[in-house]
């Protein structure tokens, strides 16, 4: 429990420090962003072209998922990196990064668009996963195989939460039919197929020909993801290298965490990190009753 605080806490607390190091040489007119696609599609696409608008400077969008995110920012071969998750940090590739968490993002049950189911409750969820739930009709479908898709490896930003927050054991094996090296190929699955079900970012779904269902009967809309009334979500993180940042990145964090910043990520759709600091405890009471059904199960 210590440690999610932290993970979601920690760099808020820490953040105005970044404008006060001293910088690194300059980069130039341009910065170059890599990491989560799902924080890309939240707000990163937006912020970017406002922030060029504003100042000038161009920021380079550029994918890999969050693990690059993470690792490439430390080393200082990106500037800024987009991660969904937390850096982990018994990992020594990852343990010197500094997160800076800016938005909330909603992980999404996703299905194909002729499938008629509309709500997954929590516990079929778990059990979904688990492989104790594998045809439609326990869901209350039709009969027939449900085939679900997962990421690869147990370390992706929507795998490592759903291990964290639904299981609390970051090494709980998933029961998939697909295992997907990355969110885009999982998403186009689900599409394709009806038969389909996988989890993914709302912000990456909501872009996709797929079906999004209910959680526990509420759907993730902007006011049920702000008030933690929908029950899967996680922080987005900026990543840097903290206090050798260039001064231009740190100008960028800056403006992200402004209430110009809040305001685009809002037009966006996705809630601000500040408007929903509640959901840090949420979601330690959510792990600590996934620890303690583990316990028991």
Same mark, same amino acid.
């Given at each position: 429990?210590?440690?999610?605080?932290? =993970?979601?806490?920690?760099?808020?607390?820490?953040?105005?420090? %970044?404008?006060?190091?001293?910088?690194?040489?300059?980069?130039? @007119?341009?910065?170059?962003?890599?990491?989560?696609?799902? !924080?890309?599609?939240?707000? $990163?696409?937006?912020?970017?072209?406002?922030?060029?608008?504003? !100042?000038? &400077?161009?920021? !380079?969008?550029?994918?890999?998922?969050?693990?690059?995110?993470?690792?490439?920012?430390?080393?200082?071969?990106?500037?800024?990196?987009?991660?969904?998750?937390?850096?982990?940090?018994?990992?020594?590739?990852?343990?010197?990064?500094? /997160?800076?968490?800016? =938005?909330?993002?909603? %992980?999404?049950?996703?299905? @194909?668009?002729? @499938?008629? #189911?509309?709500?997954?409750?929590?516990?079929?969820?778990?059990? %979904?996963?688990?492989?104790?739930?594998?045809?439609?009709?326990?869901?209350?479908?039709?009969?027939?195989?449900?085939?679900?898709?997962?990421?690869?490896?147990?370390?992706?930003?929507?795998?490592? !939460?759903?291990?964290?927050?639904?299981?609390?054991?970051?090494? /709980?094996?998933? *029961?998939?039919?697909?295992?997907?090296?990355?969110?885009?190929?999982?998403?186009?699955? #689900?599409?394709? @197929?009806?038969?389909?079900?996988?989890?993914?970012?709302?912000?990456?779904?909501? *872009?996709?020909? #797929?079906?999004?269902?209910?959680?526990?009967?509420?759907?993730?809309?902007?006011?049920?993801?702000?008030?933690?009334?929908?029950?899967?979500?996680?922080?987005?993180?900026?990543?840097?290298?903290?206090?050798?940042?260039? /001064?231009?990145?740190?100008?960028? &964090?800056?403006?992200?965490?402004?209430?110009?910043?809040?305001?685009?990520?809002?037009?966006?759709?996705?809630?601000?990190?500040?408007?929903?600091?509640?959901?840090? $405890?949420?979601? #330690?009471?959510?792990?600590?009753?996934?620890? $303690? /059904?583990?316990?028991?199960?």
């Amino acid at each position: 429990m210590k440690s999610i605080i932290f =993970a979601f806490a920690l760099p808020v607390l820490l953040a105005p420090l %970044l404008v006060t190091a001293k910088p690194l040489a300059p980069i130039g @007119n341009e910065l170059i962003w890599a990491g989560c696609g799902i !924080t890309k599609k939240a707000f $990163m696409k937006e912020l970017a072209r406002a922030y060029e608008a504003k !100042t000038g &400077i161009k920021i !380079t969008l550029q994918g890999g998922g969050a693990t690059k995110g993470i690792r490439k920012a430390i080393k200082g071969e990106i500037n800024i990196g987009g991660a969904c998750r937390a850096a982990i940090e018994s990992d020594p590739q990852e343990r010197a990064a500094y /997160q800076v968490p800016v =938005a909330w993002d909603a %992980l999404v049950v996703i299905v @194909n668009k002729k @499938n008629p #189911v509309d709500n997954i409750t929590f516990d079929q969820l778990k059990g %979904l996963y688990l492989g104790k739930i594998k045809n439609w009709k326990v869901l209350g479908g039709p009969d027939r195989p449900i085939e679900l898709y997962t990421r690869r490896g147990k370390i992706s930003g929507v795998g490592r !939460t759903l291990r964290e927050i639904v299981f609390a054991n970051f090494n /709980q094996e998933f *029961r998939g039919k697909y295992e997907m090296k990355s969110s885009g190929p999982l998403e186009k699955g #689900v599409v394709a @197929n009806i038969n389909g079900i996988a989890t993914t970012g709302v912000s990456s779904a909501k *872009r996709r020909d #797929v079906k999004i269902l209910k959680l526990e009967g509420h759907a993730p809309t902007f006011e049920n993801i702000k008030s933690g009334n929908y029950l899967l979500y996680r922080p987005l993180y900026l990543v840097t290298q903290g206090f050798k940042s260039d /001064q231009r990145v740190k100008d960028f &964090i800056t403006f992200a965490l402004s209430r110009e910043g809040r305001e685009i990520i809002r037009k966006a759709g996705t809630v601000p990190y500040s408007d929903a600091i509640h959901l840090v $405890m949420k979601q #330690v009471e959510q792990y600590e009753r996934a620890a $303690m /059904q583990g316990l028991y199960r």
